[in-house]
């Protein structure tokens, strides 16, 4: 089923954690679908548009069990349809992070919750009150922090 004409519902859920695991991580609610639907028709579609390669979800969708096994935050977006790990191909990842910021300011995109440059990949979250943070993740004797920035590092 499609979520908006480039991305699939199963590309947003999918998991290897949940199928090393055999667990399902389908929607769990009507809304969590919902979600992932306006964070890929308002936000995805849009900068995949502006960047013309395609987007490649990592990690999508998680169940609060699947959340729980990769280590994700305790109130993560993810759990709710609301955010998205993602990369692209044939362009760096700097310009992936950078267009993102770029659109929203253009007022091309709605405001979002978070911008995080990850480890080798880009974090993008929704909310129904943007805080509009832009981050990066450091990690540091095995803790990660987040230290605002503006652009891409």
């Known amino acids: 089923m499609k979520l908006s004409p480039n991305f699939s519902e199963d590309c947003f859920v999918h998991s290897q954690v949940a199928q090393r695991n055999s667990i399902d991580n389908s929607f769990a609610l009507a809304v969590h679908r919902d979600n992932a639907m306006m964070l890929c028709n308002e936000y995805l579609e849009p900068v995949r548009a502006r960047l013309d390669v395609p987007i490649i979800i990592t990690s999508g969708y998680r169940r609060p069990a699947v ?13 709710y349809g609301r955010a998205v790990d993602m990369v692209i191909v044939k362009k760096p990842l700097k310009e992936l992070f950078n267009t993102i910021i770029t659109m929203e300011q253009a007022r091309e995109l709605p405001t979002f919750d978070q911008l ?3 480890f080798g990949w880009i974090h993008l979250g929704i909310a129904a009150k943007p805080r509009k943070q832009i981050l990066q993740a450091i ?5 990660i922090t987040y230290k605002s920035i503006t652009k891409a590092p």
């Open 139 to 143: 990690r540091k004797n095995s803790q």
């Open 67 to 79: 959340n729980r096994l990769i280590g994700g935050a305790k109130n993560s977006s993810h759990q």
């Open 116 to 118: 995080i440059w990850e």
